[in-house]
């Protein structure tokens, strides 16, 4: 069975920073692309990042770059978002998917709420 | 970036009575591979996404078949044959041809 198990999310002050991790199992993690979507409170979805399964392209949605970076370790079957800066308009709760054109599989998230 | 536009954004439905989505995309889905990376997801309350359908039409595994997808270029549909009860919640379609990855703003379907 496909698991998404995501962990790290907290309160943190403005200018801040977290580090997300998902671990994956139930599937061969790297032989998939993986995806960060994000949900702020009462809102849609938002594609935040994704990368494939090497590691070595990553993309990322503007609002977000410079700020965040995507990775993983595929010896750990765990994907990681580490972001940086972190501003009021990131709090969310943040999800993991398996998949880098569309997402069969996701998390059941991990909430980042960003206020002083 | 491809914006998603969604139809109607609420939609009151009888059980039992169908109920169509509209997602229209700014720019067309069809990738430089031939395919057309469009997908549906359902979030019910409390729940995370769900994928039920993949490139327009494909049925992801365990999703009923009263869920089905349509559609080319820019324009595409969702339709539940018959709407039941657990189908109750957030549908979103997703582009997957482009970066950035882009949702439609949601559709909210609801029991009359």
């Known amino acids: 069975e496909v698991q998404l198990v995501e962990s790290g999310g907290n309160l943190v002050q403005p200018g801040g920073s977290l580090r997300l991790s998902c671990a994956a199992s139930g599937f061969t993690f790297s032989s998939y692309w993986m995806s960060w979507v994000r949900q702020a409170p009462g809102k849609g979805l938002e594609w935040v990042a994704n990368l494939n399964q090497d590691g070595n392209e990553k993309h990322y949605v503007d609002s977000v770059k410079g700020r965040f970076t995507i990775s993983r370790d595929n010896a750990k079957n765990t994907l990681y978002l580490q972001m940086n800066s972190l501003r009021a308009e990131d709090t969310a709760l943040y999800y993991c998917?398996?998949?880098?054109?569309?997402?069969?599989?996701w998390g059941q998230g991990t909430l980042v709420t960003v206020s002083s | 970036d491809i914006v998603m536009t969604q139809t109607p954004l609420s939609s009151p439905v009888t059980l039992g009575q169908p109920a169509s989505i509209s997602c229209r995309s700014s720019q067309s889905l069809v990738h430089s591979d031939g395919n057309t990376y469009l997908s549906w997801l359902q979030q019910r309350p409390g729940q995370p996404p769900r994928l039920l359908i993949y490139k327009i039409s494909n049925r992801f595994s365990g999703v009923p078949d009263r869920f089905s997808g349509s559609g080319a270029g820019t324009d595409f549909t969702l339709k539940i044959s018959r709407v039941e009860a657990e189908d109750v919640g957030v549908y979103y379609c997703?582009?997957?041809?482009?970066?950035?990855?882009?949702f439609g703003q949601g559709t909210k379907v609801e029991i009359k």
């Open positions: 998917a398996r998949g880098g054109l569309w997402c069969p599989y």
């Open positions: 997703m582009q997957g041809t482009q970066f950035p990855r882009t």
